[in-house]
């Protein structure tokens, strides 16, 4: 019975001791810690040191940070991402991350060319859209059509930068096929298109009428410019020597005169060609039917790139054919898997030769096959002219000139050309 009364004049009520109740031991925790006990119906909560507290492990693939052991918070290293952080006075200086040097900035780009002016298309040149275009007064302007584009596109294949002299060799087993005809037209087209110094010689060793194909202004030929070597320094020197068409094409013709024995021989050809190549940029060899005459040796070492003309006739294909298993037989075929294949006088109509296969078997042992349609002009024999071409021949020896051209090597042997 408690001693204490519960209030003034309050009587006195019994109260009841309750008996210690028992509940059933727990298992010890690690450690040997005493176990946990409830008080008043209240389970209480073991306490566990902090030395003893372990933090869950981080997600895999997320860096260890380091925890505040009060609130939990991630600590950043304040350097990790190139940050200055002065530090403890006793820490070491953290290392600086490697930041390499910014590229030089162009000045203004911005203000360039393209950038300030409005790209404007280029008017018709022919056509009925060149006749829209100035019925219009300038306001409907359809562009150039797509066989003039084209035309366009080879123009600037054509005009492919050069460095030093290039050496183009004409060649034939068989004569009559029209091989002294395409030297004239090749070089007459390079030499308009590009205007650069052209020349073409005539290296047969017998007559050869390269000459006949423009207007002479000289009677000297290649022996007068061998006897005179010593003394040609300038451009207007070898001038003196060649003739040159309306085309800007100069010919530097051969000895005509029967009455000579001496026939233009390998060393001459040399010889020419050291003068020539000092001061034009394409030198074209109209060489003569064959390839056994002693010309044949030196044409070969020195030309850049051979050019076989055949005609669209069987032993025409046949003969050029030949020219080809020669030239592989004799050490030449990286120059005939270079070579141009050169179908000239194809008629409009076909005839019974089938064109395709001929074609086809020279596109398998040359780089190119290029055909030239029958010309009326041309089959004159006499000066050309390209202004009387027919447009389909222009744009046929123009493509001839940029498949040339697509050969011409990034550097040459010579520096430049006088």
């Known amino acids: 019975m408690s001693d204490h009364p519960t209030g003034a004049g309050a009587p006195e009520q019994p109260t009841t001791q309750l008996p210690p109740q028992q509940y059933p031991a727990e298992p010890a925790e690690s450690g040997g810690e005493a176990p ?18 372990r933090e869950p492990a981080p997600p895999a693939g997320m860096p260890p940070w380091d925890h505040t052991p009060v609130t939990g918070i991630p600590r950043v290293d304040p350097t990790a991402f190139g940050a200055y952080y002065n530090g403890p006075a006793d820490a070491p200086s953290p290392e600086v991350p490697y930041r390499p040097e910014p590229l030089p900035h162009t000045p203004y780009p911005e203000l360039s060319t393209g950038m300030l002016l409005r790209p404007v298309k280029p008017p018709p040149s022919e056509g009925w859209r060149r006749l829209l275009y100035e019925a219009s007064g300038h306001l409907i302007n359809l562009g150039e059509s797509p066989r003039a584009a084209r035309y366009n596109n080879l123009v600037a294949r054509v005009n492919r930068p050069l460095r030093g ?8 087993l068989k004569g009559g096929v029209g091989k002294t005809t395409i030297t004239a037209t090749l070089g007459g087209t390079f030499a308009t298109i590009r205007g650069d110094r052209v ?54 013709a051969s000895e005509s005169d029967p009455g000579v024995s001496d026939a233009f021989s390998a060393d001459d050809y040399s010889r020419t060609l050291d003068i020539l190549e000092r001061f034009y940029g394409l030198v074209l060899t109209d060489c003569g039917p064959g390839l056994l005459h002693s010309v044949m040796s030196s044409v070969l070492d020195k030309a850049d790139v051979l050019i076989v003309v055949a005609s669209g006739s069987i032993d025409g294909a046949r003969s050029a054919s030949q020219t080809l298993d020669w030239l592989d037989a004799h050490g030449h075929q990286e120059q005939v898997r270079n070579s141009i294949a050169v179908i000239n006088a194809v008629r409009p109509r076909p005839g019974k030769v089938d064109m395709n296969k001929v074609i086809d078997h020279f596109s398998r042992r040359c780089r190119a096959v290029r055909l030239v349609p029958f010309d009326a002009h041309l089959e004159e024999g006499a000066e050309i002219d390209l202004d009387r071409l027919q447009r389909k021949t222009r744009e046929s020896i123009t493509e001839l000139a940029a498949v040339v051209a697509d050969g011409f090597p990034g550097d040459q042997r010579n520096p430049g050309v006088a």
């Open 199 to 252: 020349v073409a010689v005539d290296a047969n060793p017998d007559r050869g009428t390269l000459s006949q194909k423009i207007p002479l202004e000289t009677t000297a030929t290649v022996r007068q410019l061998l006897q005179d070597a010593g003394s040609v320094d300038r451009y207007s020197e070898v001038r003196r020597y060649t003739s040159k068409g309306p085309s800007g094409l100069e010919v530097l």
């Open 36 to 53: 946990t006990r409830a008080f008043a119906g209240f389970r209480t909560e073991r306490r566990v040191p902090a030395s003893e507290r």
């Open 165 to 172: 002299s290039y050496r183009i060799a004409m060649l034939s």
